[in-house]
Nanobody
Framework: QVQLVESGGGLVQAGGSLRLSCVGSGRSFSSAAMGWFRQAPGKEREFVAAMWWSGGITSYADSVKGRFTISRDNAKSMVYLQMNSLKPEDTAVYYC?????????????????WGQGTQVTVSS
């Protein structure tokens, strides 16, 4: 059974930082794109960041560029999201995602596998 499990969410003040982690199991993710999406209350799920399997290509939503950094460790089947300069509008449930898809597909729809989500709340 393929699983993605997120951790690292929590409550932080505006301007603060959090680091989300996601570990995959049940298959190898070394050849999969991995990334993060988020869903705020009353809004649709949106793309946040993704990284190609080789680590050489990354993509970010405009709203997080310069503040968030995605990284991965293929040997551990893990992907991370370092979030700095957090804003109240970053408040959402953050979902880890992975799949053997192109980066463009990843950004539009995500891959086949989803985590259960971790809550990030940024207070003003």
């Amino acid at each position: 059974q393929v699983q993605l499990v997120e951790s690292g969410g929590g409550l932080v003040q505006a301007g603060g930082s959090l680091r989300l982690s996601c570990v995959g199991s049940g298959r190898s993710f070394s050849s999969a794109a991995m990334g993060w999406f988020r869903q705020a209350p009353g809004k649709e799920r949106e793309f946040v960041a993704a990284m190609w399997w080789s680590g050489g290509i990354t993509s970010y939503a405009d709203s997080v560029k310069g503040r968030f950094t995605i990284s991965r460790d293929n040997a551990k089947s893990m992907v991370y999201l370092q979030m700095n300069s957090l804003k109240p509008e970053d408040t959402a449930v953050y979902y880890c995602n992975a799949g053997t898809v192109t980066m463009s597909t990843m950004m539009r729809n995500g891959g086949a596998y989803w985590g259960q989500g971790t809550q990030v709340t940024v207070s003003s």
